[in-house]
């Protein structure tokens, strides 16, 4: 899209336009789930994080597509979920320092137990998040930082197509999450010393699985036995 769209336009309306689709899906979100919008004193600061979260990056993108060919900007893209974390961390790893009984936390995905078919370069990663989590547990001990990692399968909310909730399993590891066993996932994580977390737990399984059998593990997932 970008790579058609860019050269036409330039990339800062190119950048305006994508910027724009995303605020107005949000939006719709919004009104279906009945918010209440209440941005007293925090307008300025919400600003700021649109510009610095979606503004830039897609600026960047629209940029990078007039010189780059379709697969670099679609790899690039894919890639933000890791380029987020890292500089997530960075920018924070002074304040954990600070803090004692500190937890960096960092949200991986059960496609990281196994690579996931069409979801490719996404699932390379969140295979990365959750390597990255496992190395920094161990370099963030010399300075009493803890790190632990969330997997999260289906977890039922709006962003998930129509009726791809309703047809999941009710039961084993595909069936859908509500949010709020995520957030009671994350708020164990601080009181416990576990690395990774599983929602649902039943993820754990497809790990173990992808380590010790990678073979079989993948000739089940190609006959959609998983």
């Known amino acids: 899209f970008m790579r058609i769209v860019a ?7 190119t950048a305006f336009f ?24 925090k307008l300025k600061h919400c600003l700021m994080l649109g510009v610095i979260n979606a503004g830039l990056p897609s600026a960047m993108y629209c940029m990078a597509a007039l010189v780059l060919p379709a697969g670099y900007s679609a790899i690039f893209n894919a890639t933000t979920p890791m380029m987020g974390v890292l500089i997530g961390i960075h920018e924070a790893i002074g304040l954990l320092k600070a803090t004692p009984n500190s937890l960096c936390f960092t949200t991986s995905s059960s496609s990281a137990t196994f690579g996931m078919a069409n979801i490719a370069v996404y699932s390379a990663t969140k295979h990365a998040v959750k390597g990255l989590s496992e190395a920094l547990s161990v370099e963030f001990k010399a300075y009493g930082v803890r790190v632990a990692d969330v997997l999260p399968g289906v977890i039922d909310t709006p962003i998930l197509p129509p009726g791809v909730a309703a047809g999941a399993p009710k039961d084993g590891m595909s069936r859908a999450i509500p949010p709020v066993e995520v957030a009671k996932v994350v708020w164990g994580a601080y009181h416990a010393d576990t690395l990774h977390w599983y929602v649902p737990p039943e993820l754990v399984e497809l790990d173990k699985a992808a380590t010790l059998a990678p073979e079989a593990t993948r000739d089940q997932m190609a006959q959609g036995g998983l």
Request: proline share 6%.
């Open 7 to 13: 050269p036409v336009l330039g990339s800062m309306p």
């Open 18 to 41: 994508r910027a724009s689709l995303g605020m107005l899906g949000l939006l719709v979100i919004l009104l279906l789930m009945r918010v209440r919008w209440d941005f007293s004193g």
